[in-house]
T-cell receptor
Framework: DVKVTQSSRYLVKRTGEKVFLECVQDMDHENMFWYRQDPGLGLRLIYFSYDVKMKEKGDIPEGYSVSREKKERFSLILESASTNQTSMYLC????????????FGSGTQLSVL | EDKVVQSPLSLVVHEGDTVTLNCSYEVTNFRSLLWYKQEKKAPTFLFML??SGIEKKSGRLSSILDKKELFSILNITATQTGDSAVYLC?????????WGAGTKLIIKP
């Protein structure tokens, strides 16, 4: 079974801090995604990557950046955390582009105070 | 603008009941519709539907797609407390997933 591991389940940060959320998958998937999930809004795509060193903006990239130096690792960076970035962050990977079956990590609940 | 709407937003039933969850969509270039179950944190894949009228089934769960009326339903029969979760619907439009807000299902013993 594919395993997608997110480094932290819960994280509390202060406004203005730089925050790194790490995600590692172990099935050699080309495609990796970062979503945030807020009550009543569903999953919203922040960034995605179809290859190493490649990144594409999703629907809500403002305030975020990403890094994909190795195929198995996709990092989400909050350059200067703000309270409106308090959310559940979900990483996912897939074999093929688009709507094929996604494998999700367990999520990181980030609180920015 | 592409959108996916799930209903109801939440549902409370008793163990043994049958439930039907709805997902309607308006998208520019439909490729597939997917259902996921989210317990605690990580959503897990349930079904992918691409053709109208063909039911997908897995145990007590089943789903069907109507591409003419632009909706899908997810049925769960003989519900158990372990079915309590948020059920997410997503539509692949132009290789991008559009997600609904989810239906929170609570099964009371």
């Amino acid at each position: 079974d594919v395993k997608v591991t997110q480094s932290s389940r819960y994280l509390v940060k202060r406004t203005g801090e730089k925050v790194f959320l790490e995600c590692v998958q172990d099935m050699d998937h080309e495609n990796m995604f970062w979503y945030r999930q807020d009550p009543g809004l569903g999953l919203r795509l922040i960034y995605f990557s179809y290859d190493v060193k490649m990144k594409e903006k999703g629907d809500i990239p403002e305030g975020y950046s990403v890094s994909r130096e190795k195929k198995e690792r996709f990092s989400l960076i909050l350059e200067s955390a703000s309270t409106n970035q308090t959310s559940m962050y979900l990483c996912a990977s897939s074999l093929s582009q688009g709507g094929e079956k996604l494998f999700f990590g367990s999520g990181t609940q980030l609180s920015v105070l | 603008e592409d959108k996916v709407v799930q209903s109801p937003l939440s549902l409370v039933v008793h163990e043994g009941d049958t439930v039907t969850l709805n997902c309607s969509y308006e998208v520019t270039n439909f490729r597939s519709l997917l259902w996921y179950k989210q317990e605690k944190k990580a959503p897990t894949f349930l079904f992918m539907l691409t053709s109208s009228g063909i039911e997908k089934k897995s145990g007590r769960l089943s789903s069907i797609l109507d591409k003419k009326e632009l909706f899908s339903i997810l049925n769960i029969t003989a519900t158990q407390t372990g079915d309590s979760a948020v059920y997410l619907c997503a539509v692949d439009s132009n290789y991008q997933l559009i997600w609904g807000a989810g239906t929170k299902l609570i099964i009371k013993p």
